[in-house]
């Protein structure tokens, strides 16, 4: 009798920071510059020897691994996007795919940062603002959240925002008064500052919804973490309850056009960025699926071996392959401004549903071993589902896209 259970083969991902990635079948890594890949190389190491290591056990727990935060700062990448000149958006998107690969709610955590919040500010922010806030956020010695989303408001948040921003007093020396709830804010628990949307409550503001950095925390600001997530644990998701929370005036977002524009604006490059993602989960799904095969043995040799597990082998491969062109090919238009919104809405679309199909795929090829959290396909198919519905659902990236190719909006209000 065996003294202790049988270990069955584990499927590992390459995390050799000198190793092509199998799953780029079409080697798209190659379009990036030697200094990009340099660059790429820095992160791969960063995330082999300290995010690998840590995840599953804060995936089990529903924790960040704050210790992540100096190691990030040390790769002084979470200003690039607004460096001058910037990153190429190719480089970015290859940067969310690899720490996407390893794990997306790291990958989250740093989008919302350098994405959601930064980009709020670059965007939205007078080049004060930008002085004030943005070099402290390049260095992540201050860490950013974006509170848009509301109980009520998703899909149609910009419509139907609830929250409210009113003003007090007149000129520079005025303050704004904040009231309402966020829902679902990724990094709110530990975050230093808050970018709130809010509408304004000045008839003759027409309903325009207000940008406005809300530090944190704030008299009257209260911070709930939402408990029970079985999809992206370790991201901090929080409900943030505004109760007459004053702002000065030198914290509106006042730069850009000053209305939820500047939020679209920022949107749009987050939702490539979140295709860019479903990619990074696509290509971890077939290396540890693919390397499953080659150990697993049934009836007498490696599965990988049979018709029907190399079939799902290529099916996960093609979905992979397609996405990344996709993902590459939007990248490239942006680099050279010829990109769109609704570009980056079908790459999303196409990439997350893409990866919902991959996931299901690759832990039908573990099969039972594949429910269990040490190897790893479990986390990357739960973890899917979230990432499937943010940054624009199937359904609301489909009529972005819609609308733009038949000239007809179906959107219902």
């Known amino acids: ?20 990635h199998v799953a780029d079948w079409f080697h798209y890594a190659d379009l990036l510059t030697d200094a990009e890949r340099a660059d790429l190389r820095r992160v791969r190491e960063f995330l082999r020897a300290e995010v690998a290591p840590v995840v599953l056990d804060a995936w089990d727990r529903a924790e960040f691994p704050m210790q992540l935060v100096k190691g990030f700062a040390g790769l002084d990448l979470a200003g690039a996007g607004y460096a001058d000149p910037p990153a190429s958006r190719l480089f970015l998107g290859f940067l969310h795919a690899e720490i996407s690969r390893v794990d997306p709610s790291v990958n989250s955590f740093y989008g919302v940062h350098t994405g959601l919040a930064m ?12 002085r004030r806030w943005l070099p402290a956020m390049a260095r992540m010695d201050s860490i950013g959240a974006f509170g848009l989303t509301e109980p009520h408001g998703g899909s149609d948040v ?15 020396d005025a303050e704004w008064v904040l009231d309402g709830e966020k829902r679902w804010i990724g990094n709110a ?15 003759d503001a027409d309903g325009a919804v207000r940008g406005f950095v809300v530090p944190s925390p704030s008299d009257g600001m209260t911070i709930t973490k939402i408990e029970g997530k079985q999809s992206l644990r370790i991201v901090q998701n929080a409900d943030i309850l505004l109760d007459q929370v004053r702002v000065p005036e030198s914290h509106r977002l006042s730069g850009g056009s000053g209305t939820f524009r500047d939020a679209g604006l920022v949107l749009q490059r987050t939702r490539a960025n979140a ?3 479903a990619v990074g989960v696509q290509m971890a799904a077939y290396e540890l699926a693919l390397s499953y095969a080659a150990q697993r043995e049934q009836f007498g040799r490696p599965i990988g071996g049979f018709q029907l597990m190399q079939d799902l082998l290529v099916r996960m491969l093609g979905n992979v392959s397609a996405s990344l062109g996709m993902a590459v090919r939007n990248a490239q238009l942006l680099d050279e401004g010829r990109g769109s919104d609704a570009h980056s809405s079908l790459v999303k679309e196409f990439c997350a549903t893409r990866m919902r199909e991959t996931v299901a795929m690759g832990r039908q090829l573990v099969g039972g071993n594949g429910v269990v959290l040490e190897n790893r396909i479990a986390k990357y198919f739960a973890d ?23 000239g007809q909006s179906a959107f219902v209000r």
Do not use: C
Request: aromatic share 6%.
């Open 189 to 203: 628990t530990f975050a230093d500052l808050i970018i709130v949307w809010a509408r304004d409550t000045d008839p």
């Open 119 to 130: 980009g709020s500010i670059h965007a939205g922010g007078t080049p004060e603002q930008r």
């Open 384 to 406: 899917a589902e979230a990432m499937f519905s943010f940054e624009g659902t199937r359904e609301m990236n489909t009529l972005i896209v819609g609308k733009a190719i038949t």
């Open 1 to 20: 009798m065996p003294k202790e259970p049988t270990r069955l083969p584990r499927p590992e991902l390459d995390l050799d920071p000198d190793h092509p």
């Open 158 to 172: 910009a419509g139907g925002m609830e929250t409210t921003a009113t003003r007090d007093g007149s000129g520079p």
């Open 275 to 277: 295709a860019w993602g």
